[in-house]
């Protein structure tokens, strides 16, 4: 019998010049895929070229964190952008990313969308079919068949299987789900677990592809090829270490979904 | 006996949004290397993307036109960049401006720094040497050696001859040259010919390696393997068209430097 | 009996750093307020300065012309933003556009909101309350009761009218009209009159207060304190002399709704 | 005898968007004068307005810190700016915060340049002279004489002393001097004072007109209307807080040299 199989990621780079927000050198320790912040909501030059640098140093799968065009509101203004312009914007923001990993010797071997698009996406069929037509873009320019990174029944993941993008799904650690699967909302409370053995424990359970609670307290089976840890919380990194400390300890593989890395 | 060859370049995609400054259709039925703006000093992505695009069709060679981080100047506001930074910011463009070219079935071929990034590095060896530490980078990224196309006698050609990057040089023909083969300064009258006659006279003459009249009435022999248009004056494109024109009926061959295009 | 009263509206200083898109010192020899850009969708320092110089010189009110920070897509990308966000970034611009107005001798006198935001208040009420908020903030700090430059019938509109902001409504010569006397989209076919003698003529039955031609066919009455003439097209300069000269000639008065100018 | 009296400057509001690096709050319990990020090179606008209430709440008097607009570099790249752009993009920010800070009862009352445009200031006339343009413009605007901070000996002092704007003089309280009275540069070992009993024995020693020692251990004489505490680092508050009591303790006055304010 085989040992059951996930992937760990979690938003890395999302400082801008003067500002940092995420402990990469302590998340590249736990993680198993970064998905790197390209400068569109975060993510300046320097700081793109040393997360490629180390995360190739330590066989971690980079990924290209794209973005709607919003510094001043981190890319979580939800913004309509023609398809035209937003699939040329994700593929401008692969390719700027792809420089550096490549450059180290690795490559960009998945996208996944950040904040407000990250969202937009789960239903909005017309920028999801623009992400993956950027990431067509991208996979034409690098010979690489990017995957993209995405929530359990969003619209970019339909729109991926028509367009023939390989896609993964993610589950969140720290996120209460309800009876259907979704998330339960930000707004609701209860919706963030922020008990670190709640968050560890249920880490342990989705990769096992054991049954969690769901927020009504039945029992809910979660599949997904990844764990999404967040990066920009205070204490993130040691999360992060806890659970794959735990992930490893209970007999699970961890391992990157795309990219060949780890 | 061969040919006299030479190469027409000029700067394309210089609108940013809604703002358009260069004809760039027209252009590309005239020029041989197309410096397409990366999104730094002007550039969107749906302009790179399209540009590219028809450059690749047309046999036009690409190179990125970086600049410093400065929209509101037009990148034309001489900047202090930390070389880590700079040199992480050219490899950003055209990494960038690289995923449309070859999506489109091309490749970014050279570089030519924009604006007061180009002056800069006519004497600042230490900017010249992080714009040459970005090329490189760029380069591993691509497997492809990326040339630069500078000013002769400029700090960038030496930074480039230093570390083996293929260099190219550029002459202006409608621009006054002084007696040591320097550009007159824009500052001074005269420094700009505005006469199309006497700008395609001078181009077809540089082109054949014969002697130009320099700002003192002397003659001056200017060796340059690449002839630069401006493509942001209005009758820009009609000039430029005029210039291949005298070029090809006076037995000048028209080849870019880089890339294998044209 | 008493004159007609009209105001004229365009927007002006629409361009951004090198780029230039409406010819400011024509357009206001035409109209008696101005819109002029703040920075966030196009608008530059200096060029606000410019032309709120020439504003004042000329006796031309001066609005601000609020936008979402866009400028890649030119304040046309609609956005979620936050009520506490947009309000104080409605206030910023205005505040920055009146240091150049008062500095001249004038102040500003209105907000109109630009491209996506005025279309997206028309009908949401959070974003026309932040929106009102902004305006508040800007009044508050400038001694002066700023007003709204609005579509009748839009959320704005309420909302002014709900916080006690003096608000006004302006029509469009240049558009069809709907039986409702909505604005038909422009999608469709017709939507926008590009016959410069229907343009005026239906500038002056506006102004006159008799009725157009809805694009049914049938008579529709239109009231508005504000004809908006566009800025940024080729010709619009001329087109709205034209408008101006014919309101003069059929007896209309023109003059600024607010600020006391003109 | 009158007490010696001095203020406390700090940087505040030097976050941008999701990112912060100045505890805001706990630095307006401290400091008499607090410079105020205006967005070229931090500082959105709803933290402009939340800095500008609470400073004006607590009687802390506000100034403009003006930048190069420089959001990746932070403001530290020294840059060219023709003198009519920099003199209208000091005098944009100037009444983007003034409209916060007259919203909230007080003004802006005095404009400190920040990171590159502070240093070029000190010896670059034309810029100096620019700056104090855009100073000039934005009193106009709002009816006050806006004072400027900056180094004894500075360019930007002798021009505003040339155009009759007041100005004032600062002191480091963490900085090593040379015995000239000029800060020792950052690049020298032992610039900058770390162990906070010696901030606080030269705050008190500079506010009370006596020698501190210079880097070669000889006694200096430094004098100063203000003393300016850095706000982003570890600690800052926490020390600002120790100077101020300190002063208050050994009987110096604090109190802010421009507004009127505390």
Do not use: K, M, N
């Given at each position: 019998m085989t040992a059951p199989l996930i992937d760990l990621n979690a938003d890395l780079g999302e400082g801008f010049g003067r500002w940092r927000l995420t402990d990469d050198d302590a998340l590249l320790d736990s993680v198993t895929s970064a998905n790197v912040?390209?400068?569109?909501h975060a993510g300046d030059a320097p700081t793109m070229r040393r997360v490629c640098e180390r995360a190739v140093e330590r066989g971690v799968t980079i990924g290209a964190q794209v973005s709607y065009l919003d510094l001043a509101g981190f890319g979580r203004r939800p913004m309509d952008v023609p398809r035209d312009e937003l699939a040329a914007e994700v593929a401008y923001q692969v390719g700027a990313l792809d420089v550096f990993a490549r450059a180290a010797?690795?490559?960009?071997?998945y996208v996944k969308p950040h904040g407000a698009l990250y969202n937009r996406v789960v239903r909005d069929a017309e920028q999801a079919a623009a992400v993956i037509e950027g990431v067509q873009v991208a996979s034409r320019a690098s010979g690489v068949a990017l995957a993209v990174l995405c929530l359990p029944g969003s619209a970019l993941l339909s729109e991926a299987d028509a367009a023939g993008v390989p896609s993964f799904t993610e589950a969140f650690a720290d996120r209460a789900y309800q009876a259907d699967g979704s998330l339960q909302p930000r707004?609701?409370?209860?919706?963030?677990?922020?008990e670190p053995d709640a968050v560890v424990a249920r880490s342990v359970a989705i990769a096992r592809h054991e049954p969690i609670t769901d927020a009504g307290g039945a029992p809910l089976l979660v599949s997904a090829r990844s764990l999404c840890v967040h990066?920009?919380?205070?204490g993130a990194a040691a999360l992060a270490a806890r659970v794959r400390a735990a992930l490893e300890r209970d007999g699970v593989q961890l391992r990157a979904f795309a990219g060949g890395g780890a």
């Open positions: 912040a390209c400068g569109f010797g690795g490559a960009v071997a707004s609701e409370s209860g919706s963030v677990l922020h990066g920009d919380t205070p």
